[in-house]
């Protein structure tokens, strides 16, 4: 299968954890993207990557989320210090170079914070 | 106000009736047009996009786009329970770079 994979599927941290998701995008994508999905909320884009650089994080929260996509390995997304808000499923998408209208997604990793 | 609004539903349609599926938007630099479904506890599936206004079919799914209007619809022809999903439309454009903005959802279930 050459999709969008995520890990880990389900995720629980106590909170003041960390927790780390992994995404390795669709073969032949190199741009990547991050979006988290509350309970009865929409969709709500976080970050934008391409490999080691990120393009734009205008929807992460200032504090304790961070990003990468490193030259070689999957794209992680950081959070630190975890909080019970930050429960929510995460989702990666990925695309062509060019290709941000055609993204696709991946089957999530939901994150519970106890 | 929120940029892309998409009436959450729930719908609930016989099996072979038409469904129509809407989204309206304020950004008038969005120029792509998405739907994209999503089973329970699943990721969200690319159906189709469409690009500036117009018609696009694909089997039994078409997303018209009225760009002057600020909105968009999917129509789903012959609705089967296989159907039943929720369904979220998206855009992109402007100074976005890779940010797709998303609707809400609407739940769909088509009974037997």
Known sequence: NAGVMQNPRHLVRRRGQ??????SPMK?????YWYRQLPEEGLKFMVYLQKENIIDESGMPKERFSAEFPKEGPS???????VRGDSAAYFCASSLAGGA????FGPGTRLTVT | QKEVEQDPGPLSVPEGAI????????NSAFQYFMWYRQYSRKGPELLMYTYSSGNKEDGRFTAQVDKSS???SLFIRDSQPSDSATYLCAMYGGTSYGKLTFGQ???LTVHP
Not at chain 1, 101 to 104: D, F, K, S, T, V
Not at chain 2, 19 to 26: A, I, Q, W
């Open chain 2, 19 to 26: 469904v129509s599926l809407n989204c309206t938007y304020s």
């Open chain 2, 70 to 72: 600020k909105y968009i």
């Open chain 2, 105 to 107: 959802g609407t739940i």
């Open chain 1, 76 to 82: 992680i997304l950081r959070i630190q210090q975890v």
């Open chain 1, 18 to 23: 960390e927790a780390r998701l992994r995404c």
């Open chain 1, 101 to 104: 209208y055609e993204q696709y």
């Open chain 1, 28 to 32: 032949g994508h190199s741009h990547v």
